[in-house]
């Protein structure tokens, strides 16, 4: 299957900082990206669609200020956590199509953050 | 809007077992359904992805099903291994509200004893 690179996998940062995070579909292009957060055993949770080319798409309840989202190429999208508090810890992962929307999801191998 | 419900929460099981995950879903307007596996502190896996219009796909010890009138999918593990453990969570990507998003199920966690 396609492969979707994620970057880094775990970080620690202290309250104030911010964190990028960095997400690559390495053997095909994606003109949408999708970001998740996962809780300690809940679902993953869509945060916004990143387009490439063009702002991301939030969801509800994401504060698209706090969670800045670039897509500055066909394989690049990264997210970054502005400001870091430890409500903000969680696991991101990122996820791509290599086809069109609604072919298969491929995920990257997600980022720990931790903010101190 | 869509929801995605997996029972059970936890399987517990003695090498060599076949065994059968279940997910169900409240909306059946559907592009497809897609198996996942996630090891801790990881990422997603992608196991099986079957389309609306299919009623079944395999691989290898794998087989999953899709009912979509019922909203139900069965994920089928055929003589499990220890290496088998790990979480297996359910997606359906939305055609009605919420188009092309995935909305995943709290997932299974599979045990497969020695």
């Known amino acids: 299957g396609a492969v979707v690179s994620q970057h880094p996998s775990w970080v620690i940062c202290k309250s104030g900082t911010s964190v990028k995070i960095e997400c690559r579909s390495l053997d095909f292009q994606a003109t949408t990206m999708f970001w998740y957060r996962q809780f300690p055993k809940q679902s993953l949770m869509l945060m916004a669609t990143?387009?490439?080319?063009?702002?991301?798409?939030?969801e509800q309840g994401v504060e698209k200020d706090k969670f800045l989202i670039n897509h500055a190429s066909l394989t690049l999208s990264t997210l970054t956590v502005t400001s870091a508090h430890p409500e903000d810890s969680s696991f991101y992962i990122c996820s791509a199509r290599a086809g069109g929307l609604n072919t298969e999801a491929f995920f990257g191998q997600g980022t720990r953050l931790t903010v101190v | 809007k869509q929801e995605v419900t997996q029972i059970p929460a936890a399987l517990s099981v003695p090498e060599g077992e076949n065994l059968v995950l279940n997910c169900s879903f409240t909306?059946?307007?559907?592009?497809?359904l897609q198996w996942f596996r996630q090891d801790p502190g990881k990422g997603l896996t992608s196991l099986l992805l079957?389309?609306?219009?299919?009623r079944e796909q395999t691989s290898g010890r794998l087989n999953a099903s899709l009912d979509k009138s019922s909203g139900r999918s069965t994920l089928y593990i055929a003589a499990s291994q220890p290496g088998d453990s790990a979480t297996y969570l359910c997606a359906v990507m939305n055609s009605g509200a919420g188009s092309y998003q995935l909305t995943f199920g709290k997932g299974t966690k599979l045990s497969v004893i020695p």
């Open positions: 909306d059946s307007a559907i592009y497809n």
């Open positions: 990143s387009n490439e080319g063009s702002k991301a798409t939030y």
């Open positions: 079957i389309q609306s219009s299919q």
